[in-house]
């Protein structure tokens, strides 16, 4: 399996000459892109070809997808990306929060995927929080940007799941064949990781990742595992102690 690093973790250690070193010499294999990192393509790709590193997904915004997807397509072939992922949704920018402004933004999703499909991509949704909060009918939103987008992919962000309060076995279960990419993050203990947005390095939390990448890797087609700490505060060791959790398991 070849491990990958979402180089949002590391937006504040830059170099990314000094970023990518550390994680080639760590083991990682592939990282993930994001828009910070797309500003000197050239360069980036260098680095990444001097510390043996591949860039096959990489995170777009849901304003350039839909506004300029050939702008995205040009960064995605400079750095090889073959799976777009859509990665956030901005609050003043989510819909009305009903079943139907969930599947409304779903529909925009799978515009947006019908366009990468035929160009040769792969696409997908990654998901924080706030889409398994149940809106007032009891359903949660991405129950409805999944069932409105039935032929994009799903990037599961698998403690975003759990700090919206659901329970990934059951969403695993119904969607593995969905999932192409997992975020391997991990929540801070009680009292730890308190200038740390109460995440930790994958393994040393409270998420169960032993047993958790064995049911995915059963259950979903997933092929990118992608470790991501939003705000750590050592980057270098969130990047060795994670990848040493992972290869124990």
Not at 21 to 29: E, F, N, Q, S, V
Not at 31 to 36: D, H, I, L
Not at 64 to 70: A, C, N, P
Not at 137 to 161: C, T
Request: aromatic share 10%.
């Amino acid at each position: 399996m070849n491990w990958s690093m979402q180089l949002y973790s590391a937006r504040n250690f830059q170099p990314w000459n000094k970023v990518l070193k550390i994680l080639g010499d760590a083991g990682y294999k592939e990282v993930e892109g994001y828009g910070g990192v797309y500003d000197d393509l050239a360069g980036i790709k260098a680095e990444l070809d001097k510390n043996g590193l591949t860039m096959p997904t990489g995170h777009f915004s849901i304003d350039m997808l839909e506004t300029d997807f050939d702008g995205a397509r040009k960064i995605a072939d400079a750095l090889g990306i073959r799976t777009m992922i859509c990665p956030y949704l901005n609050a003043e920018a989510r819909p009305e929060a009903t079943a139907a402004g969930w599947r409304g933004f779903g529909e925009r999703l799978a515009k947006v995927g019908a366009r990468a499909k035929k160009d040769g991509y792969g696409f997908g949704w990654h998901n924080h929080d706030f889409e398994f909060k149940a809106l007032d009918d009891g359903s949660v939103p991405q129950e409805h940007v999944l069932a409105a987008a039935p032929e994009i992919g799903w990037e599961m962000d698998v403690a975003w799941v759990v700090r919206g309060g659901a329970d990934p076995l059951p969403w695993i279960d119904r969607h593995g064949s969905r999932i192409v990419a997992v975020h391997v993050k991990d929540i801070a203990k009680a009292g730890q990781g308190l200038d740390e947005d109460g995440w930790s390095d994958v393994g040393h939390g409270t998420i169960d990742w032993a047993s958790l990448l064995k049911t995915l890797r059963a259950k979903t087609s997933a092929k990118h595992y992608v470790m991501e700490q939003d705000n750590p505060n050592d980057f270098e060791r969130f990047a060795r102690r994670s990848i040493a959790s992972v290869k124990s398991y």
